[in-house]
């Protein structure tokens, strides 16, 4: 077995850390983790992805704790808003009907020229 294959084997089985195995056989940490992701076939920058999914799966979980309270008010606040858009439908109806003057923005017009 080379040096290689043994400073991989030693690391994975727990043995020695980055830092001691680079001490012990002359090799740079980056050069060992490197082999090591190599070895589980995972690239450095993979292991970057994976970190940071890991990370963004644990925020989710810590707020899903919080999500039925949040959604309950959410949900209130939609009713009450959604209601008060319909009364204030109902107010520019009944307004363009007594005054017959259009009240409501027509998007698309072009404006006045003075």
Do not use: C
Not at 13 to 21: E, F, M, N, V, W
Not at 23 to 29: A, P, Y
Request: no cysteine; net charge positive.
């Amino acid at each position: 077995m080379d040096k290689k294959q043994r400073i991989i084997n030693e690391y994975l089985l727990g043995r020695s850390g980055y830092r001691a195995l680079s001490k012990k056989h002359g090799v740079s940490r980056s050069a060992i983790n490197r082999w090591v992701m190599d070895f589980q076939g995972r690239g450095r920058s993979a292991s970057r992805v994976l970190k940071t999914v890991h990370l963004s799966v644990m925020k989710q979980k810590e707020s899903t704790d919080k999500l039925p309270n949040d959604v309950e008010a959410l949900q209130k606040e939609l009713a009450k808003e959604r209601l008060r858009n319909k009364l204030l439908t109902a107010i520019i109806d009944i307004a363009e009907e007594e005054l017959k003057i259009p009240i409501r923005k027509k998007y698309g017009t072009k404006p006045l020229k003075k």
